[in-house]
C-alpha cells in the first residue's frame, strides 16, 4: 500500500520482484493488515498532515513465508523484517 499523494485514501501497486543479493532473503506476503497508524495516513487526518510526507510505503504488519535464501543463509535461518 502507498500514499501517493496529500490526500485522502491509499493505492495498492504491483511491482516487480525484485532481484536478491548473497545476503538478502526473498518473502511471499501471505497477509497483511493495518494498524491504527496507518489508519490515519489513509483517512490524511492533522496527524498525519503533521508528520507523514508522500510518497511513502505502508505495511509493517504482514505474515510471509521464505521463498529464496540468500547463498549465505541456512533454509532454518531466522530473519528480522
Do not use: E
Not at 9 to 29: E, S
Amino acid at each position: 500500500m502507498r500514499k501517493a499523494q496529500a490526500a485522502k485514501g491509499l493505492q495498492m501497486d504491483t511491482v516487480a520482484v525484485p532481484l536478491i543479493g548473497p545476503t538478502d532473503v526473498l518473502v511471499r506476503v501471505k497477509t497483511a493488515s493495518i494498524c491504527g497508524t496507518d489508519l490515519h495516513i489513509y483517512g490524511w487526518d492533522r496527524w498525519s498532515q503533521g508528520r507523514i510526507k508522500p510518497p511513502v510505503t505502508l505495511g509493517t504488519n504482514f505474515a510471509a513465508r521464505s521463498s529464496a535464501w540468500a547463498t549465505r543463509c541456512a533454509p532454518s535461518s531466522r530473519a528480522i523484517l
